[in-house]
């Protein structure tokens, strides 16, 4: 029988809950009508994925779009288009923004500049801050929010709650599932002097050590557990801090980056000097292999790319008034799919780390599978494909990559958000149609179906 659909997806491998199959898959309206042998004759548009593997729409649960050089308004179209040509089919954004996103009049302002901006669909955190702690549980539950974000040592901007009486009023208020980044401040304040006077980019690690960050993040959970609250702990990177989440599954999940786990000290600040600080940085092999073991042992919920681009100028600055952070968002799936092809990761674990790991944590409506029923959400990749990463294809206004110049196996070949084609073979056909993500704890009453 002919069914008048949008969109049928033929010839693909495709990625559902049962795992790996050959399948057509049929869109309407946005969402996933049929999946199976399907006939193609009543679609309105046929996507040939012969020799494709379709994904779920891989969801970035951390980028900063704080595009170098451009307004308010062109941050969100640029940063979103460099997450579609990497495959991303929605994005996070962080609160420690330019102003900080720490009342509702900030979010808003967000969600109206991405409407006909913003090529994928998104979210916001709102962060935390002393005069905002009491009101985080009305804060969290706006429309287009993801939920709330501590800086438990400062980073980028001056977001920063430090102290426990603050934290536990931020955690006391509200429900959802709190983003941490966790670095003790104090910590950070007592031994900055090993690099106030200047130092070499390689310091950072030794300024910011793993002591900062098992600190950080022991102290949250017992926090956590007071309050009687769930953590989401950001961007882990020492080798220590996996067997004290995984002893804490029940109120902690976990993210890692790309970035930890493809790049290492002392290699990385050789070669790439401060385009490589980030915060918590890249530390030595011990603790990659630690994070591949959190990986492969499950610890690991999600992988972000912790996006955050800023320009050389500002890079080539005197360490340690460099700023930290990279670009990522475009290369998060890239890497992985070569990581994979490499054998640290098997397919079934990336689907889990890229999607259904950031719906699981969020509590995301309707993403982060193929089943019939949620948001037609597809990244279709080329297993095989063999790609260089090069600046002509990266779309971040800071213009550099650490990974330009290394050649990847696996590539994003189309995004598809809600049954369009976002992108396709590194072009962009269409406009910019991406919108608010929705959270099944924050469901708007009266939702249309
Ligand atoms: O390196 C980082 N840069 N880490 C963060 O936590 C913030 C980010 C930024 O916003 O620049």
């Not at 729409?57 to 308010?72: A, C, K, N, S, Y």
């Not at 549980?137 to 400062?154: D, H």
């Not at 630690?290 to 790319?305: K, M, N």
């Not at 279709?380 to 330009?404: H, M, N, Y």
């Amino acid at each position: 029988m002919a069914e008048n659909w949008d969109l049928l997806i033929t010839g693909g491998e495709v990625f559902t809950p049962a795992g790996l199959a050959p399948a057509a898959v049929a869109v309407k309206d946005g969402r996933i009508a049929d999946i199976g042998d399907l006939n193609p004759g009543g679609a309105a548009e046929v996507f040939d994925a012969s020799g494709l593997t379709v994904l779920p729409g891989v969801i970035d649960t951390q980028v900063h779009f704080r595009e170098p050089g451009l307004d308010h308004k062109e941050n969100l179209e640029s940063g979103t288009r460099a997450a579609v040509l990497g495959g991303v089919t929605a994005v996070f954004e962080m609160p420690n923004t330019s102003p900080a996103t720490i009342d509702a009049a900030a979010l808003n302002d967000k969600l109206s500049r991405a409407r006909g901006r913003a090529w994928c669909d998104h979210a916001f955190f709102i962060g935390a801050a002393a005069e905002n702690a009491d009101k985080l549980g009305e804060l969290e539950r706006l429309p287009g929010c993801c939920g709330v974000k501590i800086f438990m040592g400062s980073s980028t901007g001056s977001l920063l709650v430090a102290d426990d009486d603050t934290l536990l009023a931020a955690l006391s208020s509200g429900t959802r599932r709190v983003a941490i980044h966790s670095e003790d401040e104090e910590r950070l304040r007592e031994r900055f002097e090993l690099v106030r006077d200047g130092a070499n980019v390689d310091q950072h690690p030794v300024w910011r050590d793993e002591e900062t960050a098992l600190r950080s993040t022991r102290r949250i959970l017992k926090l956590a557990r007071k309050a009687g609250r769930r953590l989401h702990v950001l961007h882990i990177t020492t080798a220590d801090e996996m067997p004290i989440l995984a002893a804490n599954k029940d109120v902690a999940t976990v993210e890692v980056t790309p970035q930890h786990l493809t790049l290492a000290a002392p290699d990385c600040y050789e070669r790439l000097g401060s385009l490589a600080q980030m915060n918590p940085p890249i530390r030595d092999e011990r603790h990659r292999a630690g994070l591949w073991e959190g990986i492969r042992r499950g610890i690991v919920d999600v992988v972000g790319s912790d996006h955050a681009p800023h320009s050389r100028e500002e890079k080539a600055a005197d360490y340690p008034r460099t700023p930290s952070g990279m670009p990522g968002v475009q290369t998060l799936l890239p890497l992985l799919l070569d990581h994979l092809n490499a054998g640290r990761l098997t397919l079934p674990r990336l689907v889990d780390l890229t999607s259904a790991g950031a719906q699981r944590i969020y509590n995301i409506a309707r993403k982060g599978r193929i089943a019939v029923g949620y948001d037609a959400d597809f990244t279709v990749v080329d297993l095989k494909a063999r790609r260089e990463i090069t600046g002509d294809w990266l779309a971040s206004q800071c213009g550099w990559s650490p990974f330009e110049g290394m050649t990847v196996t696996g590539w994003p070949m189309a995004t598809i958000i809600r049954g369009q084609i976002v992108m396709r073979e590194d072009e962009l056909p269409g406009e910019p149609a991406g919108v608010p993500v929705q959270f099944m704890e924050t469901l708007p009453r009266g939702t249309a179906g």
